[in-house]
């Protein structure tokens, strides 16, 4: 996290004006930011008692915004504020230490990454150094994404906030100074604060937008305000007065970081606890502070910057090496944090974020000096582009390797399109009358073009696609904020009032993950006539009990084709196929025996034969085509037939197409 030089308070008589302070290092800031960098770092490793330790990076968000708005205001108050010398104050502060990590990440990935993984970190590299890595990310969250502990650069989310807000704030007071003055300047910064924490609030819920909540600036930009505030804001007080501000702000960070967690809404107006609690340290100035004064606090606060820049890639590491699980290896990656972190701040953070003397700066203006830095940065925000761009660099290994890494890539072209809680998509876009409804959750989505190769002469815009990402087609079951309850509902009418009664209708579904996954404590059951009634518990047997209703209704509407459940994997498929690759190009193919496909499925088949038994629906079985010779493939001929663990990739779904055709012959 970027944290400039503070300030201390001016001394009036006994008392002391707090917030409006001189240029000078302030020992209470220093301590706040180990307070937030230790809180980060213990959410991230999963200490117990820091499930919200997350609320360290607005802690530092709150600093960031004090210390700049005090160094434009000094600075302005004197006459000497350069928007050119601020921008490379800000620049020789960040770019160095993220540089340099971003440097050793791409030699350790050149090594070790398989080429989507390379890929990957290639465009994470070229968003973190370009400052605009909080819009990827927000763009890339979704059901498909990369899980978080896989995301080396995701932490420069945070880094990207402050510079765009760096960027934009000094040209803000500014203008806004120039037409209103000072006093002016002052309501319109409090009116900011207003509007950005009340977009940050509506956008939090979660029917909203609560991703673009979490990592965009303008519902964020109210925690740096918030600091800035605090300096144009000074109370003056004595010592009791500070104390008790002191310790009451460090209490309400501490509650944050201990009790709250990730279900709950955040940012949203939760984030007004450790807003306010760093507020009141600030505002208190207690220099000489037992809590953010003592030697402990000072070192980490000084190296805490390049720690929060280290300590996320050892996170990921753990998961990416499968030892997330050892109390050894995580309290060992927290010391390599540590470490790297001190080490970036000796050899690199230290020894650029100072400006030049005075009498090189006549000579050579700040932001020229800068040039060494920022053109080695901009190299490698042009490399990672370039890594991205040449899919990751696949001749570094055998062609093997990148011929399984790949299918990683080989899925739904229609994905981003259609696979999204909106209004049912016809794959091609078209409006017209579909020959088939692909209906169910991201399975459907897996497996709708195999279905379009299976339509006697068809087009894409033959198959109506309806699906909604991590929600089983059960009537009457409810997920989290009633997403899966409200779709459900809409998609037994569009197939009662849309098409014709003779369309058939294929349901596919993750089904093992609703029956006994990790996710099936999320769901519950209502009756669907009255919603606002108390819901049921998640049972399997009440699951069976509307998975046989709901195929049911609907077979009473139009033919319905039930796929039994897709043959899934342990292991992400593409991802295991080529790192074996790497070691032995020769490496033999993926599969499971058909006997560990029906003890993860039996009970489902039966509950699906039930359905047959009772309502006539006809059942598609994937295993003759995927499953030969007693063994499900996870791979054909050094190919995956997955694009992860359990979705169909695109050549995965040739050998499905001949099960489909089934519903046009029958039909």
């Known amino acids: 996290m970027a944290m400039s030089i503070a300030s201390r308070w001016r001394v ?6 707090l917030g409006g302070s001189a240029m000078n ?24 008692g820091f499930k919200g330790g997350f609320l360290g990076v607005d802690v530092f968000f709150v600093i960031s915004g004090y210390l700049m708005t005090s160094i434009i205001f000094r600075r302005l108050s004197k006459d000497s504020f350069s928007v050119l010398e601020f921008y490379g104050d800000r620049a020789r502060r960040i770019i160095p230490a993220l540089a340099f990590l971003c440097f050793a990440l791409g030699v350790f990935g050149w090594l070790i990454f398989l080429p989507s993984e390379f890929r990957a970190f290639g465009k994470a590299a070229g968003s973190s150094l370009g400052f605009f890595s909080n819009i990827v990310y927000w763009r890339e969250a979704g059901y498909f994404d990369t899980r978080s502990h896989l995301k080396w650069l995701l932490h420069t989310w945070s880094l990207s906030v402050e510079w765009q807000f760096y960027l934009l704030y000094p040209l803000g007071i500014l203008l806004v100074r120039k037409l209103f003055g000072r006093r002016g300047t002052k309501i319109a910064l409090v009116g900011a604060a207003l509007v950005s924490f009340a ?9 909203k937008w609560p991703t673009a909540a979490f990592f965009l600036l303008p519902t964020r930009a109210w925690e740096m305000i918030a600091g800035g505030l605090v300096y144009l804001f000074p109370l003056t007080a004595g010592r009791p007065v500070r104390r008790t501000l002191e310790c009451i702000g460090l209490a309400m960070i501490a509650y944050g970081a201990v009790m709250f967690n990730e279900n709950n809404e955040w940012p949203g107006y939760l984030a007004l606890v450790p807003v306010l609690g760093t507020a009141f340290v600030i505002l208190a100035a207690r220099r000489h502070s037992i809590f953010t004064g003592n030697p402990l606090a000072q070192f980490i606060g000084k190296i805490s910057y390049s720690v929060y820049l ?3 890639p050892f996170v990921v590491a753990l998961t990416y090496f499968d030892r997330e699980g050892s109390l050894r290896w995580r309290a060992a ?4 944090g540590f470490v790297m972190g001190y080490l970036s701040y000796a050899l690199v953070e230290s020894k650029t974020r100072k400006p030049p003397a005075r009498d090189e700066a006549r000579a050579f203006p700040r932001f020229i000096t800068l040039r060494p830095i920022l053109a080695f940065t901009l190299l490698l925000a042009i490399g990672g582009g370039s890594i ?14 990148f011929i399984a890494d790949s299918e990683t890539y080989d899925t739904n072209p229609h994905r981003t399109k259609c696979h999204m809680m909106i209004d049912p998509c016809d794959v091609a876009n078209k409006q017209k009358e579909s020959r088939v409804v692909v209906l169910g959750d991201s399975h459907a989505e897996a497996i709708a073009e195999a279905v379009v190769d299976a339509v006697p002469n068809g087009k894409p815009d033959d198959v109506l696609l309806i699906t909604i990402e991590g929600c089983p087609t059960i009537y009457g079951i409810r997920r989290g904020n009633g997403d899966c309850f409200d779709q459900d509902r809409k998609y037994i009418d569009i197939l009662s009032r849309d098409q014709s009664a003779k369309t058939p209708v294929i349901i596919a579904n993750h089904w093992s993950q609703y029956w006994s996954g990790p996710t099936m404590d999320d769901f519950a059951f209502v009756n669907p006539e009255q919603p606002a009634q108390t819901s049921t518990p998640f049972t399997t047997e009440l699951y069976r009990e509307h998975l046989l209703s709901t195929v049911c209704r609907i077979s009473k509407i139009r033919p319905v084709y039930l796929v039994e459940p897709i043959p899934e994997f342990d292991f992400n ?3 295991t196929l080529a790192r074996e690759k790497m070691r032995d190009p020769k490496a033999p193919d993926l599969s499971i025996t058909m006997s560990d496909y029906v003890q993860r499925n039996g009970a489902l088949l039966q509950a699906m034969h039930q359905a047959h038994d009772q309502c006539g629906i006809h059942l598609l079985d994937p295993r003759p085509f995927l499953c030969p010779d007693g063994k499900c493939m996870g791979s054909h001929d050094g190919r995956p037939l997955y694009s992860d663990f359990h979705h169909m990739s695109e050549y995965g779904n040739r050998f499905l197409v001949p099960m489909f055709r089934r519903v046009f012959e029958q039909g």
């Open 573 to 575: 498929v593409p991802l």
């Open 388 to 401: 991205y761009a040449s899919q990751g660099v696949p001749n570094r290994f055998d062609r093997s390797v």
């Open 25 to 48: 290092f302030r020992n209470d800031i220093n301590g706040l930011r180990a307070f937030a960098v230790l809180a980060v770092v213990l959410f991230h490793f999963d200490v117990p």
């Open 310 to 312: 280290w300590h996320w």
């Open 199 to 207: 977009a940050c609030v509506y956008l939090s819920d979660p029917t």
């Open 12 to 17: 009036r008589g006994k008392k002391e004006v």
């Open 333 to 336: 990656a927290i010391a390599g």
